[in-house]
């Protein structure tokens, strides 16, 4: 077992007794970053001198016995639309390609702190709008476990890093599924915590209203772990609640006798759901009966209207966060022969086809004349949704259900198709329209050995007990520890 095999908290405690330095955990990184990474693409850039002298600087801590927490020296990617001083931040888009940020944003700001050295920025679909990360403008990730297959979503670089062992640990960001998504599609641990948990400073918006910060790791321990450091109210962020995180490490052991599931027969019963997708999940929640958990039917009767909502509110939100780009302040200015003419050049050619289908599907719901008809009355239905999550947690404690509906797609089979690309999201998107934690990890592979996702539904404001109910699945089964063939070449 080399390094890279090591889960976060495991090489914490190793560079804890010495056994090993950040720095020979980096340069193992980077070793399989080079060999690997030009297959799968996960990273934009990697930084290798800055996460070197970072690793150094973690080690010399650790001699003079001034260790800055458990994650000190643990190397990490993050997703690339995380502002970091001196380093380029192109949220996978044309139009901030060449745009270098001149100060860390909070989440990146709060990793420094915790001394976990950047290895570099993953790819991303554009300004975080996409299921398979294809709409990157550089190039799409691939999948560890299959190449020709996605990673999903649109953090599909910082799950492909993590997957193939590139990375101990990223951060995503989630809007409608986009840390969940990609890490039921690479076997991965991914959280979206409650809005509002971790700040948003310092992150290129997609959706204001629903976008959120969230780790990305290979086991449900490390994903506690790395949700800890970035978990702190900041009066920076107008949306930041001002709530104290819990120790999601102190209770994250005990199991899952006495509580209630609740199973949503609308996520269960959906058409076209993959049927080794739902044998797994089936399977999934009747390992957790026999722990001790009791399953109870519930019903989220407002489901059905849940991904028209969400793609009214969130191209309206990005439509209003994407003027910014319009060439004279920073990022891609394209010349025209008057100022008008400037912005429509640089517009149209610093965004790609799917960011440039949301402006306008957003631009058109908050038109006059149909901003009532439709963004107006999307909000109204986001109300219903998150009152339908309201209802069920008066008798549950977690909702279970698939993560995505199928395992990982072949790159260029739903690019064409904008609807079965956005279907992709259909379990994940509800959780952000009514602001509550979600987590997924894997819970079975499919015949063609693709992983699948079991996603885990909280209350506001409790990732511990997601995390709680995440563990206790994983201590009985080893499919967060199975390695795709790529990460074992």
Same mark, same amino acid.
């Given at each position: 077992?080399g390094? !890279?095999?090591?889960s976060?908290l495991?090489?914490?405690?190793?560079?804890?007794?010495?056994?090993?330095?950040?720095?020979?955990?980096?340069?193992?990184?980077?070793?399989?970053?080079?060999?690997?990474?030009?297959?799968?693409?996960? +990273?934009?850039?990697?930084?290798?001198?800055?996460?070197?002298?970072?690793?150094?600087?973690?080690?010399?801590r650790?001699?003079k016995?001034?260790?800055?927490?458990?994650?000190?020296?643990?190397p990490?990617g993050?997703?690339?639309?995380?502002?970091?001083?001196?380093?380029?931040?192109?949220?996978?888009?044309r139009?901030?390609?060449?745009?270098?940020?001149?100060y860390?944003?909070?989440?990146?700001?709060?990793?420094?702190?915790?001394g976990?050295?950047?290895?570099?920025? &993953?790819?991303?679909?554009?300004f975080?709008?996409?299921?398979?990360?294809?709409?990157?403008? +550089?190039?799409p990730?691939?999948?560890?476990?299959?190449?020709?297959?996605?990673?999903?979503?649109?953090?599909?670089?910082?799950?492909?890093?993590?997957?193939?062992r590139?990375?101990?640990?990223?951060?995503?960001?989630?809007?409608?599924g986009?840390?969940?998504?990609?890490?039921?599609?690479? *076997? !991965?641990?991914g959280?979206k915590?409650?809005?509002?948990?971790?700040?948003?400073?310092?992150?290129?918006?997609?959706?204001?209203?629903?976008?959120?910060?969230?780790?990305?790791?290979?086991?449900?321990?490390?994903?506690?772990?790395?949700?800890?450091?970035i978990?702190?109210?900041?009066?920076?962020?107008?949306?930041?609640?001002?709530?104290?995180?819990?120790?999601?490490?102190?209770?994250?052991?005990? *199991?899952?006798?006495?509580?209630?599931?609740?199973?949503?027969r609308?996520?269960?019963?959906?058409?076209?759901?993959?049927?080794?997708?739902?044998?797994a999940?089936?399977?999934?929640?009747?390992?957790l009966?026999?722990?001790?958990?009791?399953?109870?039917?519930?019903? &989220?009767?407002?489901?059905?209207?849940?991904?028209?909502?969400?793609?009214?509110?969130?191209?309206?939100?990005?439509s209003?966060?994407?003027?910014?780009?319009d060439?004279?302040?920073?990022?891609?200015?394209?010349? *025209?022969?008057?100022?008008?003419?400037?912005?429509g050049?640089?517009?149209?050619?610093?965004?790609?086809?799917?960011?440039?289908?949301?402006?306008?599907? *957003?631009?058109?719901?908050?038109?006059?004349?149909?901003?009532?008809?439709?963004y107006?009355?999307?909000?109204?239905?986001?109300?219903?949704?998150?009152?339908? +999550?309201?209802?069920? +947690?008066?008798?549950?404690?977690?909702?279970?259900?698939?993560?995505?509906?199928?395992?990982?797609?072949?790159?260029?089979?739903?690019?064409?198709?904008?609807?079965?690309?956005?279907?992709?999201?259909?379990?994940?998107?509800?959780?952000?329209?009514a602001?509550?934690?979600?987590?997924?990890?894997?819970?079975g592979?499919t015949?063609g050995?693709?992983?699948?996702?079991?996603?885990?539904l909280?209350?506001?404001?409790?990732?511990?007990?997601?995390?709680?109910?995440?563990?206790?699945?994983?201590?009985?089964?080893?499919f967060?520890?199975?390695?795709?063939?790529?990460?074992a070449?």
């Amino acid at each position: 077992m080399g390094p !890279t095999d090591l889960s976060m908290l495991e090489l914490g405690r190793k560079l804890g007794s010495g056994e090993l330095s950040s720095v020979e955990a980096v340069r193992a990184c980077l070793a399989r970053v080079d060999r690997l990474d030009g297959r799968v693409k996960a +990273f934009l850039r990697v930084d290798r001198e800055g996460a070197l002298a970072q690793a150094e600087a973690a080690d010399r801590r650790r001699t003079k016995g001034k260790r800055a927490g458990p994650l000190d020296g643990v190397p990490v990617g993050l997703k690339d639309l995380f502002l970091t001083e001196g380093l380029p931040t192109t949220a996978g888009s044309r139009s901030l390609e060449s745009f270098v940020a001149p100060y860390d944003g909070t989440a990146v700001k709060l990793l420094r702190a915790a001394g976990t050295p950047i290895l570099g920025k &993953l790819n991303m679909d554009e300004f975080a709008m996409g299921s398979s990360t294809e709409n990157s403008a +550089f190039f799409p990730t691939r999948n560890p476990w299959n190449l020709e297959t996605s990673p999903g979503g649109s953090s599909g670089g910082s799950a492909a890093a993590v997957a193939a062992r590139m990375v101990f640990g990223a951060l995503g960001t989630d809007t409608g599924g986009s840390i969940r998504q990609p890490a039921a599609l690479t *076997g !991965t641990v991914g959280l979206k915590p409650t809005y509002g948990r971790v700040s948003r400073f310092g992150v290129v918006a997609f959706a204001s209203s629903l976008d959120q910060v969230g780790p990305m790791t290979r086991d449900v321990p490390d994903c506690a772990a790395l949700l800890q450091t970035i978990a702190v109210y900041d009066p920076a962020d107008s949306t930041s609640a001002p709530v104290k995180a819990p120790d999601y490490l102190a209770e994250i052991e005990g *199991g899952v006798k006495g509580m209630k599931l609740g199973l949503p027969r609308e996520y269960l019963e959906l058409p076209g759901m993959d049927p080794e997708v739902r044998a797994a999940v089936e399977a999934a929640t009747r390992a957790l009966e026999k722990m001790g958990a009791q399953l109870v039917p519930v019903s &989220l009767p407002h489901t059905k209207y849940a991904l028209a909502t969400y793609y009214l509110i969130a191209p309206a939100e990005a439509s209003s966060n994407l003027a910014r780009y319009d060439g004279v302040r920073y990022g891609l200015r394209v010349e *025209g022969k008057n100022l008008l003419a400037m912005y429509g050049r640089t517009r149209d050619q610093g965004f790609g086809l799917e960011v440039k289908r949301r402006i306008m599907l *957003g631009t058109y719901a908050l038109s006059a004349g149909y901003y009532d008809a439709y963004y107006l009355k999307a909000q109204k239905v986001r109300t219903l949704i998150k009152q339908d +999550f309201v209802d069920a +947690f008066r008798t549950v404690d977690a909702v279970i259900s698939p993560t995505s509906p199928t395992a990982a797609f072949r790159i260029g089979e739903k690019v064409s198709d904008p609807l079965a690309m956005y279907l992709n999201d259909v379990f994940t998107l509800p959780c952000n329209l009514a602001g509550l934690p979600g987590l997924s990890l894997p819970c079975g592979l499919t015949r063609g050995n693709l992983p699948i996702g079991l996603q885990i539904l909280g209350k506001p404001w409790d990732e511990a007990r997601v995390l709680r109910i995440a563990r206790a699945f994983e201590r009985e089964h080893d499919f967060h520890r199975r390695s795709p063939p790529l990460g074992a070449a």
